[in-house]
Structure formats: structure tokens, C-alpha cells
């Protein structure tokens, strides 16, 4: 059910994304990743595997790594868990039209606990309004703090780095490691790879 909205939006006869398995687990230890995908706006889509689904913010700037950064996060609907896996190019008029590239993943630790240790599922975190998780990336590690500034039709989060020894102000990931963990390729490279269409001016030089 947490699909629906995805699905909803969505043509998979003309969309290369995943259509998601109903029933998604994964086994281990829960996992994150960071697309940047340049559709009418250029942002990075932040995912976190919670309860079977992935939940979605799109954040403009994308992630800091420095603690004073309070980076925007935009509330999106959740993505089947095989979408963590997706890059590619999503052809013109359907619904996020545009070039992803995956640009980090891997797993996440919760970072919160009640009074007797107990850690507090990620889920309950977020429909309080705060959640804390340590990224282990490729690009991305440490603590991240999401924290939920507007309610209703106005939610927005901002996604902000913990000060912790992952922490660096100088750092600025976001343009100087703009490749994909997955392929190595450029946001430039996977459109061009991957653009729809190809397939016509094959055939014609074929011909
Ligand atoms: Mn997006």
C-alpha cells in the first residue's frame, strides 16, 4: 500500500524504473541511498529503506557534510526497495522526467534509543518529527539528523550532518565526487548512454 502513489504516477510500459515487488524485504542491515537526478529541477532524491519501502525526500542542494549546512528536504512519495538500485534515464513526459545517477548507497545505523536502550524504530522516529541514523557510504558517512520544520500541505525537513568525527566542513561532495558509485559515470554520460530514442537512429544507420 505504501506503493500506491508510486505506482499511481507512473506508466511502466514507457518508464525504465522498477514497478517494485509487493512484497519487498531485505535481509541485514537497512539500507540508504542518494540519487541525483536532474529532472526540471536538478536535486539529489535522499532514500531510506524503512519498513519494507523506501522513504524519499528530494533535497535541492543536496547532502553537506559540514554540521553548520541546513540543507532543505522535500518530502516525496516512498519507492519500491529495488529502487535503490536504479539509474538511468527517464524519457520526456513521463513523471520525473530526467537523468539519475546513483550517487552514493549503502547501509544505515539507528542512532536513537528510548530510556532503557532500546532502539526506536526508524518509522516512529520520523512520524515524531526527528530521526537520527550513521550513513556508511561510499561518500556519505557519519550521523544525519532529519528534522520536520513545516506540517500538512507545508512539510519540509531539513537534513543536516551530525558533528561527529565524519564531519567536515571542507568537504563538498556534492561537486567534487559528482560520479556514479554504480558505474563511475557522470550525470552527462548516463543521459547520453541512456537516452531514449536511441534505438531509431540505430536502426537507421543499420538500414
Ligand atoms: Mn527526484
Redo the contacts with the bound molecule.
Keep these: 500500500m505504501a506503493l500506491e502513489a508510486y505506482r499511481r504516477k507512473r506508466n511502466f510500459s514507457r518508464t525504465p524504473e522498477p514497478e517494485g515487488s509487493d512484497v519487498s524485504e531485505s535481509s541485514g542491515a537497512p539500507r540508504f541511498v542518494i540519487?541525483e537526478?536532474d529532472?526540471s529541477s536538478r536535486?539529489f532524491?535522499f532514500r531510506l529503506e524503512v519498513d519494507g519501502a523506501l522513504r524519499s525526500w528530494?533535497v535541492p542542494k543536496g547532502p553537506s557534510t559540514d554540521p553548520a549546512e541546513k540543507r532543505l528536504a522535500l518530502p516525496?512519495e516512498d519507492h519500491p526497495l529495488d529502487y535503490a538500485d536504479y539509474e538511468g534515464v527517464i524519457p520526456e513526459g513521463e513523471y520525473?522526467a530526467g537523468t539519475?545517477l546513483l550517487w552514493d548507497s549503502g547501509t544505515y545505523r539507528n542512532l536513537k534509543a528510548d530510556e532503557d536502550g532500546d532502539p526506536i524504530s526508524l518509522g516512529d522516529q520520523l512520524s515524531d518529527g526527528h530521526a537520527t541514523v550513521w550513513l556508511e557510504g561510499e561518500k556519505l558517512r557519519g550521523g544525519f539528523a532529519l528534522t520536520r520544520v513545516g506540517e500538512e500541505e507545508d512539510e519540509r525537513w531539513l537534513l543536516v550532518k551530525m558533528d561527529d568525527e565524519e564531519a567536515d566542513a571542507r568537504r563538498n561532495p556534492v561537486s567534487t565526487e559528482p560520479e556514479s558509485v554504480k558505474s563511475g559515470r557522470t550525470l552527462e554520460e548516463v543521459a547520453e548512454d541512456e537516452a531514449p530514442g536511441d534505438e531509431e537512429s540505430e536502426e537507421g544507420e543499420d538500414g
Design positions: 540519487q537526478h529532472a536535486h532524491d528530494a516525496t520525473g539519475v
